[in-house]
């Protein structure tokens, strides 16, 4: 399969016609509160461990462009990440991708990958997601040709090198600095910025770009995706200044209620759609964990005007709502709350990209927003 295309974006990101992104596992959390350590994926789309196996040998592959009169930028070029810098000498022709973002940045910058991630929650059939195989049909290829690998165990590091790339990519990804070093061996590899399942979507379109060779394209994405949101909060007025908690319960255990913290992509979203996080989110979110525990006996004090949880593990709204504890949560009294239980209506909010973002925006946030007017019409009474 040739991975490389002369497209800049595919038609899929500008008809916002499908659903929302996709990592391998980003449903609700079964575990215990603090989440955020590198590796494989659990329950709640945070890391687990380290990957296992030997890396194999590197393969560069063929050095080329793409067709069609595309910019495919100046290389070598080198990327700065979290565990350094990495220099891409050539135009890259066999990239893998470890990041749940990664493979959807670059097919909305026209690039198909050989092998990504394994979609575990709200993907499809194929284990991967209707827009992303939208896109990279409009793109000339056959979506069931790239690679599909499970990495909820860890980064298959042997997996990836029998795939022979010549550039890995985890921008937004729980990759350590174990599986960075043995994923170097293999290929020149660049891992997320700063933090990670952290990176927000602006900064993983501009780190893939520059490491594929598309920088222009990565402008056009984000401006055309920052227009989007735009005008969603423009049709959504409600969601302004609206404050709002993003919660999930264990399937074993109702005496805590689980709360993504401001570092999680989920929170990120919505607060570019105008709204805030609920006082007692922000006073959780002290660390680098993607969640925190707060006590069932102190749902009262859960003071977001809306109130978002996942209910596919089994928590509907009817069960909160007859649980004497549960029940006292401000928002889910007052029926200012949305129900999740559609894994791929919410999948993309956990990873944004600018092609799970217009989908987002038409198949959740109405739901959001919905939410954000019960929260007013309570507060006026």
């Not at 100046?74 to 991708?97: K, N």
């Not at 979507?201 to 402008?219: C, D, H, T």
């Amino acid at each position: 399969m040739s991975p490389r295309t002369g497209l800049a974006r595919p038609a899929a990101l500008a008809a916002a016609a499908m659903l929302t992104l996709t990592a391998c596992s980003t449903g609700p959390t079964s575990g215990a509160a603090d989440e955020g350590t590198v590796g494989g994926a659990d329950d709640s789309g945070q890391g687990t461990g380290a990957a296992s196996g030997d890396a194999g040998a590197t393969s560069t592959g063929d050095a080329g462009t793409a067709s069609g009169g595309e910019d495919s930028g100046t290389f070598p070029v080198t990327v700065d990440h979290a565990f350094g810098s990495t220099e891409i000498p050539q135009d890259p022709q066999r990239v893998v991708t470890v990041g749940w973002t990664d493979h959807e940045v670059m097919a909305a910058l026209g690039e198909v990958p050989v092998g990504a991630v394994k979609i575990n929650w709200g993907g499809n059939e194929a284990g991967s997601t209707d827009w992303f195989d939208e896109a990279v049909t409009e793109l000339g290829h056959d979506p069931a040709e790239i690679t599909r690998y499970d990495d909820s165990d860890g980064i298959p590091v042997d997996e990836i090198a029998a795939m022979e790339p010549d550039l890995v990519i985890g921008s937004n990804s729980g990759m350590s600095q174990e599986d960075y070093d043995r994923l170097a061996r293999i290929a020149p590899t660049v891992a997320y910025p700063e933090t990670a399942w952290a990176t927000p979507w602006r900064e993983s379109v501009e780190l893939v770009g520059k490491a594929i060779g598309r920088p222009e394209q990565a402008q056009e994405a984000v401006a055309e995706t920052e227009a989007e949101l735009a005008a969603a909060r423009e049709e959504h007025p409600e969601l302004e200044d609206t404050s709002f908690a993003w919660g999930w319960f264990s399937p074993t255990d109702t005496s805590t209620i689980g709360l993504y913290n401001v570092i999680d992509l989920r929170p990120q979203f919505l607060t570019e759609l105008g709204m805030v996080n609920a006082t007692v989110v922000e006073e959780m979110s002290g660390n680098e964990n993607f969640s925190a525990n707060l006590s069932a006996e102190q749902a009262d004090t859960l003071d977001a005007d809306v109130f978002i949880f996942y209910s596919d593990g089994g928590f509907t709204a009817d069960m909160l709502l007859e649980d004497p504890l549960l029940s006292q949560i401000p928002a889910m009294a007052s029926g200012a709350y949305v129900e999740a239980g559609e894994p791929q209506d919410v999948v993309g909010m956990s990873s944004p990209t600018p092609l799970s973002i217009p989908v987002a925006l038409d198949r959740f946030v109405p739901q959001v927003a919905e939410a954000a007017a019960t929260a007013a019409q309570d507060e006026a009474r």
